[in-house]
């Protein structure tokens, strides 16, 4: 008899005791169940029971350890198929947890892939943004600093162009008191203007006409002027006096007396006349000057200095 075959308990009660049906067929084989049986794994107890009544006791003994450590190692294989099992359910978790993770990485790589792309191009175009601006101002650096150089060279310009209109508006404006003064009877030496009276009067309303004219009675400082005044070959009175105190002759702007055109025995101030006032008396000689008295009436002559 195979052991893997399929057995029916049927188990009937029968007369001459239990008996097994063994399906293969349609036939039916019968079995006595006599000490044969033993072997066959459903009828183990049957078997023992029957082998203890048939077999002494030191084989007994030797077919239950036998037995024990079969049910011991069909034990241990149970707990190893279920460690096995746990394991392999272990296993599966993981690796569908990391199939999972793995799906989630790649997913992930994948964005920050298109992210990279994405900001690779934003950081391209703002590269090219910058040198394009980095274009534009250095263009406008450069134009600034032609401006300013326009500007200054304008300003520069302008400071000239202001100087000659200013120096150009004095001349005019020289001009015109020149013109003014020639008109009024005015002549000019070396910028300086002499007006000649053409009445008399004396010194000191002589000197006061000047300064009503904005000048005064003329001071000989050159050769020059001291050839001037003799031209008119007059008595003509000038801005020279020792009025304040004798003897001390000062021109009329305060300025002591250095280079002097008096005559000969002159200033001689003659005794009861009282001559503290200067005029031009021999005009035919250079030194010309006599000190006279100064309430006497003589032509007078202004000088004023244009600036
Ligand atoms: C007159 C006056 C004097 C002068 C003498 C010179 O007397 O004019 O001031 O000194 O002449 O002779
Ligand atoms: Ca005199």
């Known amino acids: 008899m195979d052991a893997l075959d399929l057995f029916v308990n049927v188990e009937e009660p029968s007369e001459s005791g239990i008996y097994w049906k063994r399906k293969t067929d349609s036939s039916e084989i019968l079995y006595q169940n006599e000490d044969k049986c033993h072997t066959v794994k459903p009828n183990r107890i049957t078997s023992a029971l029957s082998g203890l009544q048939s077999l002494g006791w030191s084989e007994t003994l030797k077919k239950s350890s036998w037995r024990a450590a079969a049910v011991v190692l069909g034990l241990l294989c149970l707990l190893l198929l279920i460690g096995l099992i746990t394991l392999a359910s272990l296993y599966n978790k993981d690796s569908s947890k990391w199939e999972m993770e793995m799906v989630q990485l790649q997913t992930s790589y994948k964005n920050l892939t298109k992210e990279k792309d994405q900001l690779q191009t934003s950081y391209n175009n703002l590269t090219k943004e910058k040198d394009q601006l980095q274009t534009s101002y250095n263009n406008l650096t450069k134009e600034q600093d032609q401006l300013q150089t326009s500007y200054r060279n304008l300003t520069e310009e ?22 003014a003064l020639f008109s009024q009877g005015w002549v000019s030496f070396r910028n300086h203007f002499y007006y000649i009276s053409s009445g008399k009067k004396s010194w000191q309303q002589s000197r006061n006409d000047c300064l009503q004219k904005g000048a005064d009675l003329v001071i000989i400082n050159s050769h020059e002027e001291q050839e001037f005044t003799r031209t008119f070959k007059q008595l003509i009175w000038i801005g020279l006096t020792d009025m304040e105190r004798e003897g001390k002759w000062k021109w009329v702007d305060g300025t002591p007396l250095t280079t002097s055109y008096w005559s000969s025995h002159e200033p001689n101030g003659v005794p009861g006349r009282d001559e503290d006032c200067a005029e031009i008396k021999n005009y035919d000689l250079e030194k010309s000057w006599n000190d006279e008295s100064c309430h006497l009436e003589r032509f007078w002559i202004c000088e004023k200095i244009l600036s």
Do not use: I, P, S
């Open 158 to 179: 302008q400071d000239q162009l202001q100087k000659r209109f200013e120096d150009t508006t004095n001349e005019r404006n020289d001009l015109k008191r020149r013109d």
